[in-house]
């Protein structure tokens, strides 16, 4: 299970239950008519953290990674779960008042220095070498 500890990852093998039966067969864009965004932030709150022992797997999982704020998309990466899935149980635990979601500005994620910065700030990732993609 993930702590939600910076540089934390899954231990074993990726889930083999389908991503339909954890969501019961909704998708992530029934309720609202639109998914929330992969940069959605999402951080646990209170109750969710004492709720932890009374969770599902993957909703334990999660809001036990969310003591930290971090976005959809590493959530996802880091639980090794679907994306869709994880939007999907956000939202559950959202409406139970157990995680937080900050949607971001939608003008915002259009703004290219935005987009710009978070280009500059990928290729600064180091490789497993160790190498910046932007010094090869």
Do not use: K
């Amino acid at each position: 299970m993930a702590d939600g500890t910076p540089g934390s990852d899954p231990v074993g093998p990726a889930p083999a239950v389908r991503p339909f039966l954890v969501t019961a067969g909704r998708v992530a864009d029934a309720a609202s008519g639109r998914a929330l965004p992969l940069e959605t932030q999402v951080v646990a709150t209170l109750a969710g953290l004492d709720a932890l022992g009374r969770l599902s797997f993957e909703q334990h999982d999660i809001v036990a990674a969310c003591r930290l704020p971090q976005s959809l998309a590493e959530l996802a990466a880091r639980l090794r779960l679907h994306l869709n899935v994880v939007r999907v149980l956000a939202e559950d635990l959202r409406e139970a008042g157990q995680l937080t979601v900050y949607v971001p500005d939608a003008e915002a994620t259009h703004d290219a220095s935005v987009l710009r910065r978070l280009i500059d700030g990928l290729r600064a990732i180091p490789d497993s070498r160790g190498v910046s993609s932007d010094t090869d």
